[in-house]
């Protein structure tokens, strides 16, 4: 069973936008923090938005202003919405609860989704 799905992501011109969800399975939805993440080629994954159960909201600074993250309760699903999307946006995103969620004593990921960003 899929616990995090994450979708989306495309291919994208600069200045543009993309919706991303993160579908959660039930019983790991309610009443935790859902982070999104991202890692682009090359590179550490970095949180770049954070939100509570309680719908409190935390950006990293390269996603302030562009970026809203928002969780629909009723769907068990957690949207990222980029707007102004840059080159440096280029990368595989994920999410997942805080603190990630561990399956048989293992850090669980999905499988993310591809956003990519050019001309």
């Known amino acids: 069973q899929a616990h995090l799905v994450e979708s989306g992501g495309d291919l994208v011109q600069p200045g543009g936008s993309l919706r991303l969800s993160c579908a959660v399975s039930?019983?790991?939805?309610?009443?935790?923090?859902i982070d999104w993440y991202r890692q682009a080629p090359g590179k550490e994954r970095e949180r770049v938005a954070r939100?509570?159960?309680?719908?409190?909201?935390d950006y990293a600074a390269s996603a302030k202003g562009r970026f809203t993250i928002f969780r629909d309760n009723a769907k068990n699903t957690v949207y990222l919405f980029m707007n102004s999307l840059e080159f440096d946006d280029t990368a595989v995103y994920y999410c997942?609860?805080?603190?990630?969620?561990?399956?048989?004593?293992?850090?669980?990921w999905g499988q993310g989704t591809q956003v990519t960003v050019s001309s």
């Open positions: 997942n609860t805080d603190p990630p969620l561990r399956i048989n004593s293992k850090q669980y």
């Open positions: 039930e019983s790991f939805f309610s009443r935790n923090t």
């Open positions: 939100i509570t159960d309680g719908g409190s909201t």
